[in-house]
C-alpha cells in the first residue's frame, strides 16, 4: 500500500514511519528540511520537501494521487499558531485528498478535541483548532479514522491500550500511537471511527476490534 506520511519529521511521525516500512508499505514523508528527507531515505521511504502551510492545492495534490492512504502526524510546535497547522494546513490538505479520491485517512488528534472547552486550559488554543479539522475530516468523503491520544510520552511501547470515548486523562507512548496508527491503515473496519487513546491493559489488534463490535 503507498501510504504518505504528513509530519514524517516529527517524533510521532518518525515512529509511524517505521512501523509502516516495516509492515511492507511504500512510504512518502512529507517534510521541511533536506536533512529529514535524508532521515526518511536511512529509514526505508522517500521523501518529499513541502511546507504544509504555505503548499497550494495545485502542489500538494501530485503528493497523494497515487496514496492508498493518508495519515496526519503533523503539529504545531510550542510556539507557533495551532491553527495554522492543525486547522488550516490540515482542511487544506484533507480537501485536496478527498479531490483525487484517496480511500484512507488516519489522523493523530488530541484528547479532548471532541470536547475542546473541557481540556487543560493551556492546551485549549490547540484543541479548538484540532477539533475543526477532526469535524472538517468527518463531514469528508474520506475513509477516515481519527486518533485522539492522551499525554505523548517517549516511553517504550507496551503493546496494551485503553481505546473509547471520553475517556479519563492519562498517556500513552509515542511508539504505542504509530503502533495504532499502522494498526488502523491496515484495518478497514477502523474508517468513519474516532477515539481516545491511552495505556491501557488490552492488546492493540484486540481494542481495535473491539470498537468495531
Not at 516511553?155 to 500511537?177: E, F, K, M, Y
Not at 494498526?183 to 470498537?211: E, H, K, Q, Y
Amino acid at each position: 500500500m503507498r501510504v504518505v506520511v504528513l509530519g514524517a519529521a516529527g517524533q510521532t511521525g518518525r515512529l509511524v514511519v517505521d512501523r509502516l516500512v516495516a509492515a511492507g508499505h511504500d512510504v512518502l514523508g512529507a517534510v521541511r528540511q533536506q536533512a529529514q528527507a535524508d532521515d526518511l531515505h536511512r529509514r526505508g521511504a522517500s521523501a518529499v520537501l513541502t511546507d504544509l502551510t504555505q503548499v497550494a492545492a495545485t502542489e500538494i495534490r501530485p503528493v497523494l494521487e497515487d496514496a492508498d492512504a493518508v495519515v496526519w502526524a503533523a503539529a504545531a510546535g510550542f510556539g507557533n499558531d495551532p491553527a495554522a497547522v492543525d486547522a488550516e494546513a490540515c482542511i487544506h490538505v484533507q480537501r485536496a485528498a478527498d479531490e483525487v479520491g484517496v480511500g484512507r485517512w488516519v489522523q493523530i488528534s488530541s484528547m479532548y478535541a471532541d470536547r475542546p472547552d473541557v481540556g487543560p486550559p493551556f492546551l485549549q488554543p490547540v484543541l479548538h483548532a484540532k477539533n475543526r479539522s477532526d469535524v472538517a475530516l468527518a463531514d469528508s468523503g474520506l475513509g477516515w479514522t481519527i486518533i485522539r491520544p492522551g499525554g505523548l510520552t517517549n516511553d517504550r511501547g507496551t503493546g496494551r491500550v485503553d481505546l473509547g470515548h471520553n475517556l479519563a486523562a492519562g498517556t500513552v507512548p509515542r511508539a504505542d500511537v504509530a503502533a495504532v496508527v499502522a494498526a488502523c491503515v491496515d484495518d478497514p473496519t477502523t474508517a468513519r471511527r474516532a477515539f481516545d487513546l491511552v495505556s491501557g491493559d488490552t492488546p492493540i489488534g484486540d481494542a481495535l476490534g473491539a470498537l468495531a463490535e
